[in-house]
Structure formats: C-alpha cells, structure tokens
C-alpha cells in the first residue's frame, strides 16, 4: 500500500516537472533565438538540475518535440472546444479561424521560434503532423458546404485559401497589418474566407 501511495503521487509531480521543462525550452528558444538552444540553459532557466532534464529527455532533439507536441495538443484542445458540430458551415470555418488566431496569440514568439527551427527530424515530424490535421478539419468543413450547395469556388481551391489563412504566418501578417494580435486579425481572416469562398446571403423572399 506505501508503495501504490507513492506512485499515485509521483505522477503528477513527474508531470509537473516536464511541463516545468517544457516551459522553459519555450522561453529559453525566444531568449537566444532557437538554434543556440542548450540543455544547461533550458535547465538553468527551469532551475532545475541537467541531470534532472536528462531524467525525461535524452536529448535536445527530444525536448524540442515534446514542446511542439505540446504545443500541438493544446492547439487541437482549443480548435476541439470551439468546433460548432450543429453549426452552418460558414459558421464552423469562422470559429475555426478564432481558435487557431487565439491559439497563436498564446503562443506569440516562442511558436515563431520553433517553427523556425530546422534540422530536427523529430519536430520536422510533428510540424507535418499537425498541418495535416488542420487541414483535414478544414477540408471536412467544406465538404460539407460543398455538400449544402453554399460553396461558391472548388473544394481545393477552398481547402487551399482556408489553410493559407489559418496559417501562423497569415495570422502574422495580419497582426502587424492591424497593429496587433487582437480579435481583430481573426474577424478580417473571417470575413474575407466568407466573401471568398460562399455565395452572397440572400434576404428571405429574394428570387434567384
């Protein structure tokens, strides 16, 4: 009983100390631009003993992907808990658009740092990995305003702008563009996804 006592305990203290970890490789890769990164600095900066790190990371390789694992579990969390199953298409990709542009506000420069990363194979993975998802959540919303008969250009064509402007860099761009990373860069995205990709709303009673 002692012995299961301690396990149950362990858990989460062992938990506790890779987020701990995982938090300072974040803040450690914006303070010295990624790829200076070391494991004495990340342990340093978590205050933490290195052999503490090497405990749950072998390596650099697997600490960097931990932390865009994750990055990636909390971004399809958010995507998850803003998804509207019952809700229009049009009205899916907008709050598709809020949870990515909201996600990458959180994770402001340090998600620019680590995407900037290469020569990793591990987070080259993980970077392949949670695109493809994003894509696959784009592509079934408008498969299903296809299916509606609300889609006003091809599927691919509305596949490919949909994950153009869901991208980190598109949400960039429109924060610098409306001097900040506000609500607002999502409402624009929003807005131009639906001028581009669904026909014009009708008032009741208007003929085709």
Do not use: C
């Amino acid at each position: 009983m002692p012995r299961r006592y301690s396990m149950e305990k362990r858990a989460p203290a062992t938990a506790a100390v890779r987020q701990q970890l995982i938090d300072a490789t974040l803040a450690e890769l914006v303070a010295v631009g990624g790829g200076a990164i070391t494991l004495q600095g990340v342990a340093d900066r978590a205050d933490l003993a290195l052999r503490t790190l090497y405990n749950h990371f072998p390596n650099r390789d697997a600490l960097l992907s931990a932390a865009f694992v994750h990055h990636t579990a909390q971004t399809r969390a958010a995507v998850e808990a803003m998804s509207l199953p019952d809700a229009e298409p049009e009205e899916q990709l907008r709050h598709a658009v809020r949870a990515y542009y909201s996600r990458y506000a959180v994770m402001g420069p340090r998600l620019t740092v680590l995407l900037s990363l290469r020569g990793f194979p591990d987070l080259d993975e993980q970077v392949r990995a949670i695109r493809a998802w994003r894509r696959g959540v784009l592509g079934q919303i408008i498969a299903r305003a296809r299916q509606q008969g609300v889609l006003a250009v091809p599927e691919s064509t509305a596949v490919a702008l949909a994950f153009t402007m869901t991208s980190h860099a598109s949400w960039q761009i429109l924060a610098s563009e409306l001097g900040g990373a506000g609500p607002e860069s999502s409402e624009v995205a929003g807005q131009a996804l639906s001028a581009a990709l669904f026909h014009p709303h009708q008032p009741p009673g208007t003929p085709d």
